[in-house]
């Protein structure tokens, strides 16, 4: 299997990692919900995903978003979404961004070679590519996936109804 099979794989969850859907879908009261001694609940988390899924898919667009001052931007202050609509659309949002990013890992070796701009010191010099930044974000990704399923499972609810390893 190629490095690049691997990477369209891993974007949506696949083997060791969890189907990033599967994972963040449960109903609108448990979205907000966050057991003691979490920091965050689902929403927050699948909002700063869908965050940075955002701009990396608009710095990888050639656009120059604002990196943010502080880390506190990238997430909700508030623990609930106001409404259940407002949870649907912060889901759809996460959706869309495995879905451009998804779109990027199958544009091949032109499109992943890509160099992308920088925004911030942070970024490696030169440009990293756009593979690599899709590598980052699925690493971001998991690492925050993994919190939404210790989330879950301190509120009894995982794993989803699609299936996922419950040890």
């Not at 909002?47 to 909700?76: C, D, F």
């Not at 490696?124 to 939404?148: D, F, K, M």
């Amino acid at each position: 299997m190629s490095h690049e099979q691997v990477l369209r794989e891993l974007i949506h969850g696949h083997g060791a990692h969890v189907d990033a859907s599967a994972c963040v879908t449960v109903p609108f009261d448990l979205a907000g919900r966050t057991p003691a001694g979490f920091p965050h609940s689902i929403w927050q988390i699948v909002s700063h995903m869908a965050y940075w899924m955002e701009y990396e898919l608009k710095r990888i667009g050639g656009n120059t978003p604002l990196y943010p001052e502080h880390a506190s931007e990238s997430w909700p202050a508030e623990a609930r979404p106001e409404s259940d609509e407002r949870w649907r659309q912060d889901l759809a949002r996460f959706k869309a961004g495995l879905g451009g990013m998804e779109d990027l890992a199958q544009g091949g070796a032109q499109v992943l070679g890509r160099p992308v701009a920088p925004t911030h010191p942070l970024h490696s010099r030169p440009a990293p590519s756009v593979e690599a930044v899709l590598w980052q974000t699925i690493a971001h990704n998991s690492y925050h996936l993994g919190q939404v399923t210790q989330v879950r499972r301190a509120l009894g609810v995982w794993p989803p109804v699609e299936g996922g390893d419950t040890w």
